[in-house]
């Protein structure tokens, strides 16, 4: 009767849920006696508060259960509630195992989520710490490399100052050098001819007796002299008239004498303009680079030129090398751009002779240019390295015929250059320079193989030049120290820069007369000294100048070459 008790007293093969907790004990339920001893202390035992009544009423509900007909029935549908319950409590633990592994599960999942999200957060820290730390590195890399730029800017500043300083003493030793040298030479001059007017003062008595001496000794010479002259020229006179063999040898002498004379002058003419047609310049050639006897010393060696000759060079000293036919060029553009001298350098980068002759020569010959013309061309085949035939203003005589006025003895000169033009040839080189190459006979411009312009110069080439022609003119002469010229402190290289923003539209030559102009403004002044302020106002003249031509050059109308003038 377990199951009345709450107890579990069944065999050892079934399973025994839980013992079923105890009422708890209600106050003041042990007994009418023990209601009024309230003020006691409770008994500290677990069964203290145990109710015999409720055993004793089960005792009681056994004993009629065991008189009753349905005691079996009623002990089945009890075994069978206590089988139930058991099987209860069995799924009830297996659920709960089974929620405990589940939570296990959980706390695996999340423990194991946790430790991913840590890692991750720890390889993003790792990251970020690693970026931070190249991030630090590469900044120190440029501190250090902007800190190792700026020293060698701080080098390089202060070794510029140093040459400039370097420079300014050497310039002022120099200066302190050519004057100390002047006032002693001076001073030495001075002692001398003090000195020598002290001696010819003192010994001037003697000097004059002595002058007197050889005075008087020389007329008696000269007396002597002439009368021995006449008795020896009287006594041959005499002699020579009396012996006729003498008479008719002297004769014969004289003859023979006079047809040698005459025979050497025509001899030497003919060689001499034999020598002239293999060596000696025509009359139209005004400059060439062909040595001869006179003019062996007057051609110094050229810089190189600009890098636009360089392609022509290299083709003409290769079709100079392999003997080939040299091909005619057309250079063209305003004054002063340096189309003789691109026609000197290819010469010489090509390694050929070069002869310069002007248009404006050919008009004044008349009758000789036909006969003058063909010498140039006779003479140009003569030359053994090639030689290149430079036509400065061509257009003075290679003018249209069709159309432009020109005498019949320039047509005839045009003729002949056009006979002797006609074919390529290998021993000449024919290159033409005009401003107006519009006015070319039509024939001229058949025979022209290219055309090279030549512009103004940018900035970066008034720049070049400006410098070029400051050293050339003004700093060479003043460093020598050769000339009366001295220049003041100032920055060259910045003014040169200044100056070639400045005089934009200018052409190489009036460049270089600008820096002429500053030469002679040094040798105008009273101490010789250039200085930056007179280099400016002579740069406002020459800028002002400019102006004036170009105003002039646009009344004219447009500007040879074909360009149209700039704005002033």
Known sequence: MSWLFGLNKGPKGEGAGPPLPLP??????????DRGAGDRPAPKDKWSNFDPTGLERAAKAARELEHS??????????QMQEQTLQMEQQAKLKEYEAA???????????????RRKTLSEETRQHQARAQYQDKLARQRYEDQLKQQQFINEENLRKQEE???????????????????????????????????????????????EQIRLKAAENRQTILESIRTAGALFG??????????????????????????????KNATAVAGRHIEARLGKPSLVRETSRITVLEALRHPIQPSLEARVRDIAIATRNTKKNKSLYRNILMYGPPGTGKTLFAKKLALHSGMDYAIMTGGDVAPMGREGVTAMHKVFDWANTSRRGLLLFVDEADAFL?????????????????????????HSSKFMLVLASNQPEQFDWA???RIDEMVSFDLPRQEERERLVRMYFDKYVLKP????????????????????????????????????????????????EDGVLTEAMVDARVQDAIEQHQQKMRWLTAQGPRPGGGQPPSP
């Open 478 to 525: 003043a460093t020598e120290g050769k000339q009366r010229l001295k220049l003041a402190q100032f920055d060259y290289g910045k003014k040169c820069s200044e100056i070639a923003q400045l005089t934009e539209g200018m052409s190489g030559r009036e460049i270089s007369q600008l820096a002429v102009a500053w030469q002679a403004m040094a040798y105008a002044s």
């Open 444 to 446: 001229i411009n058949d």
């Open 235 to 264: 006594e041959g006179f005499r002699a020579f008239v009396t012996d006729w063999d003498k008479v008719t040898a002297t004769v014969a002498g004289l003859t023979l004498l006079a047809v040698g004379v005459y025979s050497a």
């Open 162 to 208: 140093s040459v400039q300083k370097q420079e300014a003493m050497r310039r002022a030793t120099v200066e302190r050098e050519m004057e100390l040298r002047h006032k002693n030479e001076m001073l030495r001059v001075e002692a001398e001819a003090r000195a020598r007017a002290k001696a010819e003062r003192e010994n001037a008595d003697i000097i004059r």
């Open 399 to 423: 003018r249209k015929r069709a159309t432009e006025k020109i005498s019949e003895d320039l047509r005839a000169t045009l003729n002949a250059f056009l006979h002797r033009t006609g074919q």
């Open 69 to 78: 007909r349905h005691a079996k029935d009623a002990l089945s549908l009890a």
């Open 100 to 114: 405990v592994e589940q939570l296990k599960s959980e706390q695996i999942r999340v423990q194991a989520e946790e």
């Open 24 to 33: 708890p004990a209600q106050p003041g339920a042990e007994g009418g006696g």
